[in-house]
């Protein structure tokens, strides 16, 4: 598993958690053994012969490769031994996220239909209750009140999935924590409730009134960037990346702003989310991100979004000019307004 330690570094030196992700990010996806063997049958439409089909294992918002299957007349299979339960993924390339979700609750034998069309929505899953479950998160996901879906079936892996993937982002510390209780003990030990469980300390040590925890990385150049360094202004810590749509649309507003309050005493230091350092750089010069911009590239396994809870991006923390943290999330009207407040 991913080592706890780097989510609470206070200075975090590019070369240092380098060699501690990396080492993590071996094992990342086989952290522990396989427990079941589960056998799983496909149906492929719009794949031709000899495509190939890939069973990939999701940990930490990323999906790892553990089995490929060649598809022949039509049907693809796979034969594994899975930890349950889990979230697993089927994929037409091994680059890319998942074009289906497999939520695997048994060791039952599984049938899919994979329908590469629309993003796999037309996809069906026949064999596990917790697929049938999450289709119908997703089918009410707007009005799904988080404490009533854990409560109808707290001892379901998608209970968990869905309060760390979907909901943890916008929660408080206590409120992470008052969730999180209500899941059953039987899910302790899956990857979502230990980071469930990890993610209010990290919250509490970011919050509104607290000193922003420093920390240094690499820039485009690859020198290292130090964070307290650029105190001494109103400083935006922005995360980001350049594959994030919503990122992208949100950064025009904050060089609009930047542009606006650079001489009165703000600027923007950028935390990139990126794996690929040719796309960080190029989204930079093609946004107009004429700030500090460091990132380990190491995707969501980033220490600075470990340190300061960033479960979802765009996301950002404001700090006063002594490095104190005075707003968190702030977009669109909401940055600006509260920067007209502070300068003007």
């Avoid at 990010?25 to 000899?50: C, D, H, M, W």
């Avoid at 105190?231 to 904050?254: H, Q, S």
């Amino acid at each position: 598993m991913i080592k706890n330690s780097i989510t609470r570094l206070c200075k975090i030196t590019g070369a240092i958690l380098g060699m501690l992700v990396l080492s993590a990010g071996a094992t990342s996806a086989f952290a522990n053994p396989p427990k079941e063997l589960v056998r799983i049958k496909g149906e492929a439409v719009g794949i031709a012969n000899a495509g190939k089909v890939y069973l990939q294992r999701y940990q930490n918002k990323m999906f790892f490769v553990i089995d490929s299957s060649i598809v022949k007349d039509g049907k693809f299979s796979f034969a594994a031994k899975l930890e349950i339960p889990e979230l697993y993924g089927i994929s037409t390339d091994p680059g890319e996220l998942s074009t289906l979700f497999v939520f695997i609750d048994s060791k039952n034998d599984l049938t899919i239909k994979l329908d590469t069309a629309r993003g796999g929505r037309n996809s069906t899953i026949t064999g596990s209750a917790a697929a049938d479950r999450y289709k119908l998160y997703q089918q009410n996901a707007r009005n799904t009140n988080i404490e009533t879906f854990i409560k109808e079936q707290p001892a379901s892996i998608v209970s968990a999935f869905v309060l760390y993937r979907y909901f943890s982002p916008s929660l408080s510390a206590d409120e992470v924590v008052k969730y999180t209780n209500l899941l059953d003990a039987s899910l302790s030990n899956t990857q979502y409730v230990k980071l469930l469980k990890e993610l209010p300390a990290s919250l509490r040590s970011t919050a509104i009134g607290e000193k922003a925890p420093d920390f240094e990385l690499p820039g485009p150049d690859g020198k290292l960037v130090k964070l307290s360094n650029h105190f001494g202004k109103y400083l935006l810590v922005d995360f980001w990346a350049a594959w994030c749509g919503p990122c992208r649309r949100e950064n025009p507003n904050i060089v609009r702003v930047f542009n606006k309050y650079k001489d009165k005493g703000f600027s923007v230091f950028g935390v990139s989310l990126d794996s690929k350092k040719d796309a960080w750089i190029q989204a930079i010069q093609k946004d107009g991100l004429n700030w500090p911009q460091v990132s380990d590239l190491l995707f969501w396994d980033s220490g600075p979004a470990k340190l300061y809870g960033i479960r979802g991006i765009p996301g950002n923390v404001l700090l006063d000019p002594s490095g104190k943290i005075i707003a968190r999330n702030l977009r669109g009207e909401e940055l600006e307004k509260k920067l007209a407040e502070l300068i003007n």
